[in-house]
């Protein structure tokens, strides 16, 4: 099993930043690809980025790219997430996701079997 704690969330205006933490727990972290996602109120949850286990190749929705940077450090075996210039639409709850396979298809929420219990992260215009 794997333990996934999200931190960092919070209020911040249009513009700002903000960093996300994901710490984990059971098992090696340097063995698990890692992502994000969010889901907004009345919408589905949606894919943000992506981190394989060795943290060089990562992968973002459109939407984040060049505003969003994902990031691991597995000496202290927890993901990051630095948002820049955040926009109103960003606003949602974030989740961190880990799985041990390294699927190709780590777009899809349905790949993950290991999910924290989300952070919220509201911009406001």
Same mark, same amino acid.
Request: charged share 15%.
């Given at each position: 099993?794997?333990?996934?704690?999200?931190?960092?969330?919070?209020?911040?205006? =249009?513009?700002? *930043?903000?960093?996300?933490?994901?710490?984990? *727990?059971?098992?090696?972290?340097?063995?698990?690809?890692?992502?994000?996602?969010? $889901?907004?109120?009345?919408?589905?949850?949606?894919?943000?980025?992506?981190?394989?286990?060795?943290?060089?190749? =990562?992968?973002?929705?459109?939407?984040?790219?060049?505003?969003?940077?994902?990031?691991?450090?597995?000496?202290?075996?927890?993901?990051?997430?630095?948002?820049?210039?955040?926009?109103?639409?960003?606003?949602?709850?974030?989740?961190?996701?880990?799985?041990? $396979?390294?699927?190709?298809?780590?777009?899809?929420? *349905?790949?993950?079997?290991?999910?924290?219990?989300?952070? $919220?992260?509201?911009?406001?215009?």
């Amino acid at each position: 099993q794997v333990q996934l704690v999200e931190s960092g969330g919070g209020l911040v205006q =249009t513009g700002g *930043s903000l960093r996300l933490s994901c710490a984990t *727990s059971g098992r090696t972290f340097s063995t698990l690809a890692m992502a994000w996602f969010r $889901q907004a109120p009345g919408k589905e949850r949606e894919f943000v980025a992506h981190s394989h286990w060795n943290g060089v190749s =990562t992968n973002y929705a459109n939407s984040v790219k060049g505003r969003f940077t994902i990031s691991r450090d597995n000496a202290k075996s927890t993901l990051y997430l630095q948002m820049n210039n955040l926009r109103p639409e960003d606003t949602a709850r974030y989740y961190c996701a880990a799985e041990p $396979q390294g699927v190709a298809a780590f777009r899809s929420e *349905s790949e993950y079997p290991y999910w924290g219990q989300g952070t $919220q992260v509201t911009v406001s215009s």
